[in-house]
């Protein structure tokens, strides 16, 4: 797995979720049944319309190093900056599954994340529903999007601070339009788990 170069940023950037959801129509009534399960992500598309030689340099290896599909790479949302140090985040129970997560470590009796900011447990970048508050002791549970997809062991990080997603190319064939002064091309990613 490699990480995303620094120096290459979007000018536009497409996010969000596709769910696992499945749905029955009755051919009679045309009612539904809608059934979700585990097994969302992450899904992006990044544009560059004008990269100069350097940075299509960078984009042109980066793509290089990932050899199409095979290659894994960490990108941050860069959409929404983290908000303040509050702690040494850590799961704080090991076996945890679902849509919430337990943590320690946080200071106490503050807002330690906001509705929509990401954090990332176990590779995995998770979206938070709600405003959490840390308790007295430091623990706060943390309702996310999606679902946790392993659980992580008691102890583990919560990367609040740099979170990112563990992102894979849709394609192997990827092509960059080279013009006289300036380069541009555009990426689909998607989760890799």
């Known amino acids: ?21 499945r749905a029955f129509t009755s051919p009679f009534s045309q009612s539904q049944q ?10 992006c598309t990044l544009n560059f319309p004008t990269l100069n030689r350097e940075k299509e340099r960078v984009f042109s290896t980066f793509i290089g190093k990932l050899q199409g599909r095979a290659g894994t790479f960490r990108l941050r949302p860069w959409t929404r900056p983290p908000g303040p140090f509050v702690g040494d985040a850590v799961v704080d129970g090991g076996g945890q599954a679902g849509a919430q997560l337990v943590t ?3 200071n ?4 330690v994340l906001r509705m ?10 998770l979206e938070v529903l709600e405003d959490v508050t840390s308790n007295a002791q430091g623990v706060a549970v943390v309702a996310v999007s999606p679902w946790l ?18 992102m894979r190319l849709m394609q192997d064939e990827q092509m960059i ?13 998607r989760e890799a788990f």
Request: proline share 9%.
């Open 1 to 21: 797995m490699i990480n995303w170069p620094a120096e290459i940023k979007p000018r536009r950037m497409t996010w969000g979720r596709v769910f696992n959801n």
């Open 34 to 43: 809608i059934t979700g399960a585990p097994g969302a992500y992450w899904k």
């Open 104 to 106: 320690r470590n946080w």
């Open 108 to 111: 106490p009796e503050v807002t």
């Open 116 to 125: 929509g900011d990401y954090i990332t447990v176990n590779d995995q970048l």
């Open 149 to 166: 997809r392993t659980p992580p062991a008691n102890g583990a990080d919560v990367n609040y601070q740099q979170p990112y997603a563990v």
């Open 177 to 189: 339009d080279v013009q006289a002064l300036f380069a541009s091309g555009s990426l689909e990613c």
